[in-house]
């Protein structure tokens, strides 16, 4: 009877990722595992689309920011070995870090992003800085060191700068370089054999290439040097196998001990505990209460998320080689739904993204067309069509117009946004910029002031209103 509800549960599986497959919503590798069991391992599409090449349940990818809770335990180790105090701060470590920062950040606000230090990874000049070479003391000097946004432990903030500085310690503290200390305490301890950190010219064998999808068409995203400038914060490669060897780790004593296994997962501010988000929750028709640990990975070109339920130990694997609309493509809803599938709830279909549906609409007729079909849709009783990510579609269709020239037609999508999601400070900001771009500095100053109002720590937006005032005061 086991044997077949676990072959029903996944033929199911497979049935659902297939109709993501078939909306252009994923392409990389699934697997399902309870209790260390794999009940099911799949890869769907292609892994490159130049050699028609499958993905498969072995293929490699790059799971960008999964990579912060390999970090968070390689921290934790020398914790446990006591060559570092997680009350310590940046310069007990890092001697060349600036100290007027540096003595007032400690080890465990990098760890939970409650440091104050900003995101090399919202820099403006960000795809210019990723192609160069760096040691991570030039890297952390120039794109790690700016002034606080905020004072350290009072907020959360999700910061790849302080992930990238913890590498930096863990290569100070063990006199290694970060790849090497990864390897050796963790990798091949658990016998992930087909992960590592990707360096500059590696070529790796099954490794899937990254594609950006947007509108029906593929491209190569743009060229990033991973490990000297995403490095300890999102520089892994791994498969959905060697994954799950980390998976089950985490309920042994192989890497830390079970007492400071629980800092790894003991939650802080925003659920965010160390490299990992910790959440407890109620779901309808489960006799239990979950335990969720998980994380998501975002890379150009690829996609990942780990979910495990702690109660059943019962893990998701999701990797994925297509970033749909270059920027936005959210894995929640497929590992939301397969995790419902092997507890027995119902779930609803997956459902064409509401963007997606409109663009062609845009391109191959007009805006007017397009916004209409929007607003009729939205209106619907029983929708066709999925809402739930509109407002990061949108922001990202406004942004493809800016970029085919189509000025006018981006100002129409970009206010959309605005109005349909008028407690978005990114709608508004992404608006007044355009606007700005277009010459209409009065618009876009009153767009500034109302992205601020509903963000005060938007940092480009009272950037960039200084900058207006300033021009707009000029005689």
């Not at 499958?54 to 070995?81: H, P, V």
């Not at 939205?378 to 000025?407: S, V």
Request: proline share 3%.
């Amino acid at each position: 009877m086991l044997h077949a509800q676990t072959n029903q549960e996944s033929q199911q599986i497979d049935k659902l990722v297939k109709t993501f497959v078939a909306l252009d919503q994923f392409s990389g590798t699934v697997l399902v595992a309870k209790k260390g069991k794999v009940v099911f391992s799949k890869g769907y599409g292609l892994a490159n689309r130049e050699w028609n090449a499958a993905n498969t349940a072995d293929t490699k990818f790059r799971i960008g920011s999964l990579t912060k809770q390999f970090t968070a335990m390689l921290i934790l180790q020398l914790y446990q070995e006591g060559k570092i105090n997680l009350d310590g701060h940046i310069s007990d470590y890092l001697p060349y870090y600036r100290k007027d920062i540096g003595t007032k950040v400690t080890i465990h606000q990098l760890l939970s992003h409650t440091s104050g230090l900003g995101d090399f990874g919202s820099r403006e000049d960000f795809w210019e800085i990723c192609k160069t070479e760096y040691t991570p003391q030039e890297f952390i000097e120039k794109y790690c060191s700016a002034d606080l946004e905020a004072d350290p432990g009072l907020r959360y903030r999700y910061s790849n700068s302080g992930y990238y500085i913890l590498g930096a310690i863990i290569e100070s503290l063990r006199s290694k370089p970060y790849s090497e200390v990864l390897k050796e305490r963790i990798l091949d301890v658990l016998g992930m054999n087909s992960s590592g950190m990707e360096r500059r010219k590696e070529v790796l064998s099954k490794q899937a290439s990254g594609y950006n999808l947007q509108y029906g068409k593929y491209t190569k995203p743009d060229y990033i040097n991973l490990y000297a400038v995403i490095f300890a914060a999102g520089g892994m490669y791994a498969t959905v196998g060697d994954l799950l060897k980390w998976d089950r780790a985490l309920y042994t004593e192989q890497l830390l001990s079970n007492k400071n296994l629980e800092l790894l997962f003991k939650p802080n501010m925003e659920k965010y505990a160390y490299g990992i988000m910790f959440n407890k929750m109620k779901i309808p028709g489960l006799a239990f209460t979950s335990e969720f640990s998980s994380h998501t990975g975002a890379i150009n070109g690829f996609r990942s998320i780990i979910v495990r339920e702690k109660h059943k130990e019962q893990a998701i694997i999701i990797l994925g080689n297509t970033a749909p609309g270059g920027t936005n493509v959210d894995l929640n809803p497929i590992s939301n739904k397969i995790y419902s599938v092997i507890n027995g709830l119902s779930y609803e279909e997956p459902k064409l993204e509401i963007v997606q549906a409109m663009a062609p609409k845009i391109l191959n007729g007009s805006v007017e067309v397009g916004i209409s079909f929007y607003r009729k849709e939205k209106l619907e009783k029983n929708r066709r069509f999925e809402f739930n990510l509109a407002e990061g579609e949108l922001n990202t269709m406004g942004y493809y117009l800016l970029g085919e020239g189509k000025k006018a037609e981006a100002l129409a999508i970009f206010k959309l946004n605005t109005t349909e999601f008028q407690q978005s400070w990114n709608a508004f900001d992404s608006y007044a910029e355009a606007l700005e771009g277009a010459g209409q500095i009065n618009e876009s100053i009153i767009n500034y002031k109302r992205s601020l109002t509903v963000n005060p720590d938007n940092t480009h937006a009272r950037e960039r209103l200084k900058s207006l005032s300033a021009a707009t005061s000029e005689p």
